[in-house]
């Protein structure tokens, strides 16, 4: 893989996980990194999001426009 940027911000490990599916699936080179740390048990979570997703440059704008479709509120689950 080509030289890798930080493209995004997650909220939680479902986004990233679903999010790293879809990539994956189409064939687009990432990154997904957690923010969590044994050691604090998490703690810059709470602040700085539950991680990031990194890939090359080139395919930033086609990650994003995914994430925008996957992030729509017609297309999320409604928690009961």
Do not use: C
């Not at 493209?7 to 687009?28: D, P, Y």
């Not at 923010?35 to 890939?55: C, K, P, R, T």
């Amino acid at each position: 893989m080509s030289k890798t940027v930080r493209i995004l911000v997650f909220n939680n490990e479902i986004e990233a996980k679903l999010l790293s599916e879809i990539l994956t699936s189409k064939e687009i080179p990432h990154i997904v990194r957690s923010f969590h740390d044994s050691a604090l048990d998490g703690v810059f979570q709470v602040n700085a999001g539950w991680g990031v997703l990194e890939g090359p440059e080139k395919f930033r704008d086609d990650i994003l426009k995914i994430y925008e479709e996957m992030s729509l509120p017609g297309n999320q689950i409604e928690s009961i």
